[in-house]
């Protein structure tokens, strides 16, 4: 069965867009939210139910009503992923409209400085107005129709792709977004109702795809995390994200990756970066983890909010990419094993990101923090799917000049605090002696070291990359502080500018 086809709205005109509150179009894909999140439960009670079927009932009659509840199960599965396709949908539009209600708030701005009037029909005078007002409405106007047709192409049927055409574990993200593309709406509906593990962290699959296939995963996943008694902080940080991800907050969380083995990996995009003109990747460093993803999640969204406010006219993506296995202890920091491994994951990831983006290409900038600026710096050296890149905090990144990075010449950013400990702490061998031997406070005095334990010190001008300045007090976690320099200057390298 198919979702009846909506009729072509009318154009968006001043009038409606100054009417429109964004906020309802927020509640109602929350409200869809719901509807899923009820529908998982009554799906987790047929599992329990079908064993004890089992285990006091026998025969034909018994088999039946078994496969009954499979299939019951089954089409909640897939009106799971039914509400979340209109929750995207209609979270994305009223992210858009947000953005629309921020330039046309610019334009009613501008027009009162210039004493102008924009009439009720939505005219003015030709200038700055006028111009920021046509951005305004067609921005809100492609939104309108584009959620319109997304909703029309809701479908509840799905079949079965053939086994065959499935890529192996050596295809390219682009290859895997070939074969995933030739794949009919039917098929990719089956493979992420009844193979979700196999969508899941598949890069070169639509973020929006795997973020349904990770959300139909979630509660399994959590479940198996309190079955084999995982940590309780682990836990907690689990909680943390589902509740990101069920809040009605803009802009919509993406789950593009779970893993909770170990102490645990996630991958969240805030906003969809398939349909972003920016794209921000962080990598957080030492000690992140699940159980501290609130902190780096809360880091990433408030670039992206920055952004948005700087430059409403194009939509902007954060994602927290902690998708390796990060440092807990000074002996592993000391180390760049990790970053080797994590180096090569992401790698592929960006690759990925570059190969599902819907219309031209994005922006993509990768910010590396702390011991993830090595993680990003030996990426950056072997080939990385970015134009630009950000070292914050950094112990250094593995080389010692920007123009060993594999990058455009002048796409290189860093930023370190003087407060910040690590220019003191992840010193080279040789300036940790000579510290030790003129003591700390002299060491201080003299300044920031140029050889970081792991290469060249990226803020010195002998490294070659652009410095920006941050706050004095940012330590080494205050550079997403609102309303600080740091923070400007992070969202204006998002959107391709210079601080």
Known sequence: MTVAALPVPPRVTYARLRATDPARWSAAALAWRRWAALAGVLGDEF????????????????????????????????????????????????????????????????????????????????????????????????????????????????????????????????????????????????????????????????????????????????????????????????????????????????LMGLDVSGDGRAVIALGDPDRAANVLTHVPGMTADLASLGGELTRAERVAARAGELGPDAATSSVLWLDYDAPDFLDEAWSARQATTGASGLQRFQEGLRATHDGPEARQTVLGHSYGSLVVGKAAAGGLDADRVVFVGSPGVGVDAAEQLRLPAGQVFASTSVSDPIQWLAVSPGTMVRNLAIGLPGAALAGPADDLWFGHNPNDPGFGARVFGSQWDAGHLGYWEPGRPALDALATITLGGTP
Do not use: K
């Not at 009919?184 to 795997?210: F, H, K, Q, T």
């Open 47 to 254: 599992g329990p139910l079908a064993d004890r079927l089992r285990a006091a009932w026998s025969g034909a009659a018994a088999d039946a009503a078994v496969a009954r509840l499979g299939v019951l199960r089954r089409r909640l599965a897939l009106f799971r992923l039914l509400c979340w396709r209109a929750d995207q949908v209609l979270s994305e539009f009223a992210a858009a409209l947000v953005r629309a209600r921020a330039l046309l708030d610019r334009a009613r701005a501008t027009a009162l400085a210039t004493h102008q009037v924009i009439t009720e029909a939505g005219t003015v005078a030709p200038g700055p107005a006028a111009s920021e007002l046509a951005a305004a409405l067609h921005l809100a106007d492609t939104a309108d129709h584009g959620a319109a047709t997304s909703l029309a192409e809701l479908a509840i049927t799905a079949t079965a792709p053939a086994a065959t055409d499935r890529p192996d574990c050596t295809a390219s993200p682009a290859q895997v977004r070939r074969w995933w593309a030739g794949l009919s709406p039917a098929e990719r509906l089956w493979m992420l109702g009844d193979e979700p593990a196999a969508v899941a962290g598949l890069n070169g699959i639509p973020v929006a795809d795997r973020d349904l296939a990770n959300r139909l995963l979630l509660a399994e996943r959590r479940a198996y995390l309190t079955r084999t008694g995982g940590d309780r902080d682990t836990l907690r940080g689990l909680d943390r994200l589902a509740a990101r991800l069920e809040d009605d907050r803009v802009p919509r969380a993406y």
